[in-house]
């Protein structure tokens, strides 16, 4: 497993402008590539929507070392209903609470050393109060599981994510592909996973010759496939393939051909400038507001 990496995890985004804010100004996260799309994506990446969206990958550096967050928007959604099954990502870094702090945005301290604060549409963030390191401030991401021996089989057994450590008292678990990447927590909720509407995904690359048979094994064990190995088209990009996977508590999975997807995830300059532009043309909240009508909700 040792081609294997965290790659992202998707939130769902129904307000991109304050949404965009919170990454940029407070977590102090760069755009580094942003794409948009005129139609649904075939393996759902947008979710269960066939009309416009876009993309927008955000973070503290590349991808090729950095774990960072999708921002998908769906243009004719105006709100999505938050689950129980995110339940934080983790950064190591002193200055997002100088930021928070700086520009209003609200923030608590859950104990000592470590703060919580939320982006638009109720996502948790958890802020550890230490000095930013050189490699990647993304700790870990936080999902809810209902049984964690049968989560932690799965993750670990299958697809052979290393054990890093485990806390009996908060009966939670932490995984992992590598020392230097950032982890994947399991924590036992006790109770059923509610994705709701806003459910996101996790992603990891490993070399684009594994997947068929991560596929292979999935298939043998019974486990769910959402979409079989597919090949997905970015408009003047590589085309990358993926198998997008669902794990006992129906957290989705994707994996993604490492060797496409390093050419497709290049930092883009003008990544910046491309999502301002778009959000600038987004004329969708003025045309609602104008017939006198909400946007829909998910």
């Excluded at 908060?170 to 909720?189: C, M, P, T």
Aim: aromatic share 10%; hydrophobic share 35%; proline share 5%.
């Amino acid at each position: 497993m040792g081609g294997r990496r965290a790659l992202h995890y998707v939130l769902k985004v129904a307000d991109r402008p304050q949404t965009i804010r919170f990454f940029r100004d407070v977590l102090g996260m760069k755009v580094l590539r942003h794409e948009e799309f005129e139609e649904g994506c075939k393996a759902t990446c947008n979710g269960p929507y066939d009309g416009k969206w876009s993309k927008t990958m955000i973070g503290y550096g590349s991808e090729d070392s950095h774990f960072v967050v999708e921002l998908t928007y769906n243009y004719g959604v105006g709100e999505y209903c938050l689950g129980n099954d995110f339940l934080g990502l983790t950064l190591q870094s002193s200055q997002v609470i100088v930021n928070a702090k700086k520009t209003n945005w609200p923030i608590s301290e859950v104990s000592p050393g470590l703060f919580q604060t939320e982006a638009p549409g109720g996502y948790k963030f958890f802020l550890e109060d230490k000095t930013q390191p050189n490699t990647d401030p993304v700790q870990k991401v936080t999902v809810a599981v209902s049984n964690l021996q049968k989560s932690t089989a799965y993750w670990s057994d299958l697809l052979g994510l290393k054990v890093y450590y485990e806390d009996k008292a908060k009966k939670s678990i932490l995984l992992g592909y590598a020392d230097n990447q950032s982890k994947l927590e399991l924590q036992d909720i006790g109770g059923p996973v509610d994705h709701a509407t806003a459910f996101g995904r996790i992603a990891f690359a490993c070399p684009k010759d594994e997947l068929p048979s991560i596929e292979a094994t999935m298939k043998r064990e019974n486990q769910k496939i959402l979409t079989p190995l597919v090949s997905l088209d970015t408009p003047g990009k590589a085309t990358v393939q993926v198998v997008i996977l669902a794990d006992p508590d129906g957290h989705e999975i994707c994996f993604v051909g490492d060797e496409a997807f390093r050419e497709l995830s290049h930092i883009d300059a003008n990544a910046d400038q491309l999502l301002n532009d778009a959000v600038s043309a987004d004329k969708s909240d003025e045309w609602f507001a104008k017939h006198k009508r909400q946007k829909p909700s998910a």
